[in-house]
């Protein structure tokens, strides 16, 4: 490729480096200290929904055949993000524990690190744990460790891509769940499901649950590299800014989730099994910058559709195949957690879609 060929291709990929902002962001607000500290959450919870709405929607579509030597700058940002992230996060954590910082400018420092983390790190995870490269898959489990949260690869992958839109999978939010139900529930099945799907599946191969391919080992091993590394930067300080960060990422990952899903079911078959995943099982939004700074996981429907499809060819489907939300994730998230103006926005929007995909059903 010739390099002006390279240059009019990295152009057109510029916008999905959006998180590269994100995490300059971050190392000015701890430069700046006081108020800057809320640049980030304020980019992401504010600034980021109201953008949305003056720049709009983004309907056109990627040829789903495209080239993988074209793909390279949307893959290349998922790739070096990992490093990015452990060197923002440990190196400021760092620079936290030894710089005259209120105690109230540390703990929001990485209340906005937590957002970074969160709302990029666990996503560029999601796009990794998808692809079958051990590159990918080791990439993905550094960015889970580095928010203590290792096991959603086994629990979204072996668990909610099979049983999305059923009573088997945690992470489909019931209808009238408000999002703090949600939230404790998950963080005490998630981790339960994940571990039975991963002895489930050695037990398919004739090995205990205790065989070293386990990949519970490696979770382990790198969350608990991950805590000690924190405790040797800054003591029990750098350990509780550390478990900070990664709680509200946790948080912000689930609030996502919560969001996907809500009130979305699937039908049960006459032979007792339940229908194929189809386009109407999630929610999507289209709004542009949103879904640059999310690298398309707003485009859901087409993911669970083609799991393994990366997220520049991910496909709009349209209102009439794939349920629409009002607004943008980082808006809904916000509204959901506003149980009853939640609930007042998407309970009718549920009933409609029901009486659309399944009319013959009168008792959900």
């Not at 959006?18 to 980019?43: N, R």
């Not at 074209?70 to 790739?79: A, G, H, M, S, V």
């Not at 070293?212 to 590299?225: D, G, H, K």
């Given at each position: 490729m010739s390099d002006k060929n390279i240059l009019s291709s990295f152009k057109s990929t510029a916008p999905f480096?959006?998180?590269?902002?994100?995490?300059?962001?971050?190392?000015?607000?701890?430069?700046?200290?006081?108020?800057?500290?809320?640049?980030?959450?304020?980019?992401?919870l504010a600034i980021l929904p109201l953008i949305d709405q003056y720049v709009g929607l983004r309907i056109e579509n990627l040829d789903p055949?495209?080239?993988?030597?074209?793909?390279?700058?949307?893959?290349?940002?998922?790739?070096?993000?990992?490093?990015?992230q452990f060197i923002t996060l440990f190196g400021i954590l760092a620079l936290t524990i030894t710089t005259d910082m209120t105690l109230v400018e540390k703990i929001g420092l990485f209340c906005a690190m937590g957002v970074l983390t969160g709302t990029i790190g666990i996503n560029y995870a999601h796009e990794l744990m998808h692809k079958s490269g051990k590159l990918e898959r080791w990439l993905a489990d550094l960015l889970l460790s580095m928010v203590i949260y290792s096991h959603f690869r086994s629990e979204h992958l072996l668990v909610h891509h099979i049983h999305v839109g059923t009573p088997k999978d945690p992470v489909t939010?019931?209808?009238?769940?408000?999002?703090y139900r949600f939230f404790i529930r998950v963080l005490i099945q998630c981790p339960i499901s994940s571990f039975k799907s991963e002895t489930r599946k050695l037990g398919r191969k004739g090995l205990p649950p205790s065989d070293?391919?386990?990949?519970?080992?490696?979770?382990?091993?790198?969350?608990?590299?991950?805590i000690v590394l924190s405790i040797l930067i800054g003591g029990f300080l750098g350990l509780f800014l550390f478990v900070l960060q990664s709680l509200i990422a946790i948080l912000l990952l689930e609030l996502v989730n919560y969001i996907e899903h809500y009130?979305?079911?699937r039908k049960i078959l006459k032979n007792g099994k339940y229908e194929y995943v189809q386009p109407?099982?999630?929610?999507?939004?289209?709004y542009k910058v949103s879904n640059w700074v999310l690298i398309n996981?707003?485009?859901?429907?087409?993911?669970?559709f083609k799991p393994t499809r990366s997220f520049?060819?991910?496909?709009?489907?349209?209102?009439?195949?794939?349920?629409?939300?009002?607004?943008?994730?980082?808006?809904?998230?916000?509204?959901?957690?506003f149980p009853s103006s939640w609930m007042s926005v998407m309970n009718p929007r549920v009933n409609r879609w029901r009486a659309m995909f399944y009319p013959e059903i009168t008792d959900w």
């Open positions: 480096w959006s998180s590269i902002v994100f995490a300059v962001s971050l190392w000015i607000s701890f430069l700046l200290k006081g108020w800057a500290i809320l640049l980030l959450p304020t980019m992401t055949n495209l080239e993988k030597p074209k793909l390279f700058w949307y893959q290349l940002i998922t790739l070096i993000w990992a490093p990015i939010a019931k209808y009238n769940e408000s999002f070293f391919s386990n990949p519970f080992y490696i979770y382990f091993a790198l969350q608990f590299s991950m009130g979305l079911s109407h099982h999630s929610w999507n939004s289209t996981l707003q485009r859901h429907s087409d993911h669970h520049p060819l991910l496909q709009n489907l349209g209102a009439t195949k794939a349920p629409q939300l009002p607004h943008s994730y980082p808006a809904m998230g916000i509204l959901a957690l």
